[in-house]
């Protein structure tokens, strides 16, 4: 498997990851047509130097994603946080060890970036995903809470 940083191309299998694997809240939509929202989501991303959105590949096919961000944070002394968000592996590629291999390749990138920890959420109708970060040593450690916001 080869990671590289997602180009607005691969925006389309991106959004199908993602909405193949959604639970609650709003719901992506992957058309097409491929709504313009997606495209200005991503020049955001690209044009942060703190986030990265990623793809995994295995013989030129995109099979995974996640979004990394990089916190600066005045806690623990000026410490980095590395933060993962939109975790998927295609539903014909689980339980192949590939979601494990793109879990710790995230990590190297926080420790280049000199993150004191990592972060993530996952829904708590995950069940699954949670056995998942648990056998790969991640520790529930705090209760998440979201807010929706309606637009003005």
Known sequence: ???????????????????????GGRKDDPGPPLDPVYAAAFAAIDADPNQRLIVAEIDGAVIGT????????????????????AVRIAADRRSQGLGEQLIAWALERFRERGCFMAQLTSNNDRVAAHRFYERLGWQKSHAGFKLYLEAH
Do not use: H
């Open 66 to 85: 996640m979004q990394l961000s990089f916190l600066p944070g005045l806690l623990n002394r000026g410490a980095w946080r590395g933060q993962i968000e």
């Open 1 to 23: 498997m080869s990671y590289r940083e997602a180009t607005a191309a691969d925006l389309p299998v991106i959004i199908r990851l993602l909405a193949e694997d959604q639970i």
